[in-house]
């Protein structure tokens, strides 16, 4: 038997996952506790993720960082994760009011329009948050492997350019929501409307939904990227080290100290788009294992993994979403000018008074004297 997935049964979605992956299927209860925990912990994580995101966005717009390239690509990022933990919360709402109470969700007075273009929204919003990551990895790499060569890719206009060429590019690829996404009734005995795929385009829909978009464009690409990037970055740092522990000399000494304020940036950096590939390598691999079971297994077989795997996969889905709502604390943990900035923003500044010198007092002393 073949399965088809629609858009809110994909088990890597960063939305719904439901029970109508197996609807031909008469599937045994499954576990609750996973979906509980996600439920539960997703508003948890989504209110801590977005006042870290202002607060970072906040900071890299202090006067200090706003000049900085690799800003322009974090403040883009906390923007975009922030819608993307807003829509994880609306989902969760919705999957909850859907799949527990029987009750029309969050979609069920969308029209085809309002489907097609929150489908397109959502996706976008996914594919930037990515992406960002692996322009922010390209960026380190120009950083610490050519610090002297003026590249347009780490000038302020020239971050403002590449973000704006990748959103319009990202939304070309996603395109095809338009033309493919309906207000549909999937659940007769409850007349409950969601987004989903027409039944004309399903197939070739959830081709590019799971492959070309969730698989590809959301994960294996970026983390290619992102191992490459990185790899050529760490090389290059333990190189410079290396160099630079064989010479004693002053001047070597301050071009250590200012490579050293340059690596401390850039292992910060390291650390956000290594975040990515961890948080979302679980509910890949829970993803890949389920689609290889459906093609090449018995529907007995895969109705019993799909059992057996699903509480994992909720808690797989909350374990990514931490990569939309970690940055703040690593932003903290590893950036002292970073910290310092936080500081600023909640300390007064103090008010420096003016020193009197011997000239200034004379001139005083003359004004109240005449």
Request: hydrophobic residues 45%; contains cysteine.
């Amino acid at each position: 038997m073949d399965f088809v997935l629609t858009e809110n049964e994909s088990l890597i979605s960063e939305g719904n996952t439901t029970d109508l992956l197996f609807q031909d299927l008469q599937l045994p209860n499954i576990p609750k506790w996973g979906f509980w925990t996600k439920f539960l912990s997703t508003p948890i994580i989504a209110f801590i993720g977005i006042v870290g995101n202002v607060l970072s966005f906040l900071v890299m717009k202090t006067k200090t960082l706003r000049h900085k390239s690799y800003s322009h690509y974090l403040c883009a990022l906390a923007v975009f994760d922030t819608l993307t933990l807003i829509i994880r919360q609306m989902e969760s709402v919705d999957e909850y009011l859907v799949s527990h109470k029987k009750t029309a969700g969050m979609f069920q007075h969308f029209n085809d329009s309002s489907c097609k273009l929150y489908n397109f929204i959502v996706h976008v919003i996914t594919l930037m948050c990515s992406w960002l990551v692996v322009f922010m990895a390209i960026e380190r790499v120009i950083a610490v492997c050519f610090p002297f060569k003026k590249v347009y890719f780490r000038k302020e206009t020239g971050a403002a350019v590449a973000i704006s060429a990748l959103f319009i590019i990202v939304s070309f690829t996603q395109s095809f929501r338009f033309l493919m996404i309906e207000h549909i009734i999937y659940d007769d005995e409850y007349n409950i409307r969601d987004c989903l795929a027409s039944e004309e385009y399903i197939e070739i829909y959830t081709s590019l939904d799971v492959y070309f978009f969730l698989w590809t464009l959301v994960f294996v690409l970026p983390v290619i990227l992102i191992i490459i990037c990185n790899s050529f970055v760490l090389y290059h740092i333990f190189r410079v080290k290396k160099d630079l522990s064989k010479e004693e000399n002053y001047l070597t000494y301050r071009n250590g100290r200012a490579r050293e304020r340059r690596h401390r940036s850039t292992v910060m950096l390291l650390i956000v788009t290594f975040m990515y590939i961890i948080t979302l390598l679980p509910l890949f691999t829970l993803s890949l294992i389920v689609d290889v079971t459906i093609k090449v297994g018995s529907q007995e077989r895969a109705r019993n993994t799909y059992v057996a795997l699903r509480p994992y996969i909720d808690i797989s889905v909350s374990i990514s979403l931490l990569n939309y709502a970690s940055n703040f604390f690593i932003y903290v943990l590893s950036g002292k000018r970073f910290r310092f900035e936080l500081r600023t923003l909640f300390v007064k500044k103090k008010v420096v008074k003016r020193s009197f010198t011997a000239r200034s007092t004379k001139e005083l002393l003359f004004r109240q004297t005449s």
